[in-house]
């Protein structure tokens, strides 16, 4: 098969001229070129030197721009090195890495595309592939840089001791840190950065501080903006999390998430001020952006990368016998807590599995929960006592499930001690900001079971994406000397300071191929800063 090299080069920025182009926009570098279904990309992202924001976004797209899978990761420093899971049920085919942040202030974001192999239908006849065509792109500076202690010819299982040697002139216009890559790589392929355009109905909200998830409340039979109602956001958890925010002029709301990882189960709901009004609330989609599709063309498979995935097939089939991971999760220690949630102290805990068993909460206010009044009639109505006034609340205590305003009392009126765990109750006035709470009723459910509870116009059941945690790369791939080394990312290293002479060192794995020394970069006048090395592990 006639072997064509992918010109398509790997750094390129904005349309318009070339210093244009590097001045606003972002970078986007990921470890490898060609995956396989299942396995992690690492990824490189350096925003614009104008951007603020401290949240960036990656996502995983089909060429005509359909989301497939996204991670949010934070910024320091308009740099962040982070990771994105690749599905395990791909189909072979190019794809797109895009990042971007959430403000419209930028318009155009930077997508850089990969090559995704099913590991089990592999290559599947496909003889050729759609790419993004060559656009216009800024050749990056790489003359003054040097790559030391690597041969052009490495045995497996060996290891080496380089330097990255850059001159003073080049020091001196350096901006940010260096991105420093070993891995294998398909001769004949190299994909590109291109700029994309989008259009987004979201409202665009600097996030410089974190997370900052945006919606909007209407009422539900005219669809105009309500202002005023009330919008609870609880993270259910054993303390669980709590917010609330009144709605602007506009209908709008806005709640910052610090510190929030991986995938975050939120409830968000809100309250209207007149009792008759049905509400709608709805919340933005940070990945719900249309993107104009690229110019494809289609390119001739190159030799070697039927091997290749071959090779890798079985890499991927390997590390899920031996239950390898490529990279440590490096979560933070997690904030501290207080000793009770945020309606405060109750007044008394109680569990219901220390009695005997209760049908349904009406047994249980009345056996175990004294001084909270359940009555299940048509309507059921549940209130406490006002312990300082020795009588009884006229209103409907902050009744929670697993942290969760429910104004329904039908919700637990079926719960009994099979399905709850425990149930903190107050019996006094409390305030949260300018929430009064007559008395607080919290039920926490057995294994979070909180299928009672149901999505409407007003009450919406999310899982967003927190923030990826960062990683660290195994240099070795088992502490077991037994077990196989198939590494095909040998070194990754994203946030090295530049200095005249860095040090670096790596060992091969088991893996026999073409391997890639990668150094990355950017300068202050936005120029990509770029220079490769490659060796043969034989």
Known sequence: MKQILFILTAIAWLSGTANAQ???????????????????????????????????????????????????????????????????????????????????????????????????????GLTDLQAVAPTEAFNPSSEKIEITGVPKTAATEASFHGELLLQPELLDEIDGQLLLCVSEVVPGIRFNQFPVTFKSTNKGVLEEKGIVLHGNVVDAATSQPVAGATVYLTIPDTIPYFQYFKTTPNGEFFFLLNNHYAKIPLVVQCVSNDIGQSLKISLDDKFGFTAEIPHLENIELPEGLASYIDKSSDIALLDKLFEFQPVQIDLPPADSVGQYPYYGKPTKIVDPDLFYDLEDFNEISKEILPGVKFRNHINPTIRVLNSPFREYFNEQPLLLLDGIPIRDVNTIADMGSRDIERVDFLLAERFFGDLRFPGVV??????????????????????????????????RMHANAHLPDTRQTLLWEPGLAPAAQIPFSFTTSEIKGTFRVLVSGRKKSGEPIEYEQFFEVK
């Not at 459910?445 to 923030?467: A, P, T, V, W």
Request: proline share 2%.
């Open 442 to 475: 919290a039920i926490y459910s057995k294994d979070n079971d909180r299928s009672n509870l149901r999505e409407d116009n007003s009450l919406l059941i999310e899982e967003i994406q927190g923030l990826q945690p960062a990683i660290t790369l195994h240099r």
């Open 22 to 124: 590097t001045k606003a926009h972002f970078g986007l570098m990921s470890d490898r070129d060609v995956y396989i279904s299942g396995n992690t990309a690492l990824v490189k992202i350096r925003l614009p030197q104008s951007e603020q924001s401290s949240i960036a976004y990656v996502d995983l797209a089909t060429l005509a721009g359909k989301h497939v899978t996204g991670i949010t990761t934070s910024v320091s420093n308009r740099e962040a090195s982070t990771f994105i899971d690749i599905p395990d049920s791909l189909s072979s085919a190019a794809y797109l890495l895009r990042v971007f942040v959430n403000t419209m202030d930028n318009k155009v974001f930077t997508a850089r595309e990969i090559m995704v192999v099913n590991r089990f239908d592999k290559l599947n």
